[in-house]
């Protein structure tokens, strides 16, 4: 899971970086309100953790300038000030969860996995469903119609990100940084993995999922739009 912190208090932000990277998270951090803004527009993330007070531009505006930009990445806010009227105003500018400082680490943990289960659309029986594509989070096969392919960790990986977003466009930027951060592999590695996925969820069938965006990126096309 990668998120976005953005906490201008240092020991703060150590804290939570350490309790998380021990846990298996990938996080990017920002110290402003300003550069918090431009990562959550540039980057996908999976949740978004942003204080209210910072400087350059305060977690209010930054929530409600990554809304009006039609990001949609689950946003919690972190502040010190406990009041009614605090808490009213990060919903209304498109929080979608709000914790009071100081908190317990396990419960930031445990609302972050309750907001990233909301947007994923997991079921009880932990899948993603796409048109007649459903994807088995749990052991990582993707089924449709009467067949069903196991995913290699990478294609699980973009398979997972393409139906989170769809039938939203993901740009390869955004898969790049998913799968490998900031130590992309030299070649067009990328496209050589979105080929094998083809090849196991596309072309057995006359409808293509996959769709390239040339120099952009890939979306997924839902049968009834072909």
């Known amino acids: 899971m990668k998120l976005l912190l953005v906490e201008d208090h240092q020991d703060i932000a150590g804290i939570i970086f350490d309790f998380f990277e021990i846990k298996g998270y990938t996080l990017d951090y920002a110290n402003n309100g300003q550069q918090g803004y431009n990562l959550g527009c540039e980057n996908y993330y999976d949740l978004i953790i942003l204080d209210v007070m910072l400087p350059r531009m305060d977690g209010y505006t930054v929530c409600q300038k990554l809304r009006e930009q039609g990001i949609d990445t689950p946003i919690l806010m972190l502040t010190a000030r406990d009041t009614r009227e605090d808490t009213l105003e990060g919903f209304s500018q498109g929080a979608d ?86 130590d992309e592999p030299e070649g067009n590695v990328l496209r050589s993995h979105i080929y094998q996925l083809r090849n196991q969820i596309d ?24």
């Open 203 to 226: 072309k057995p069938f006359k409808h293509s999922y996959i769709k390239t965006v040339p120099k952009v990126g890939y979306q997924l096309i839902p049968e009834e739009s072909k």
């Open 97 to 182: 969860d709000y914790l009071v400082k100081p908190f317990d680490l396990e419960i930031l943990e445990a609302r972050i996995k309750a907001l990233t289960r909301r947007r994923t659309g997991e079921t009880a029986a932990n899948t993603l469903n796409f048109s007649q594509l459903e994807l088995d989070l749990g052991n990582h096969t993707v089924h449709r119609s009467s067949y069903s392919f196991s995913l290699n960790p990478t294609l699980f990986t973009i398979l997972k990100l393409l139906m989170v977003r769809a039938p939203k466009l993901v740009t390869k930027e955004e898969i790049i940084s998913t799968l490998w951060g900031d």
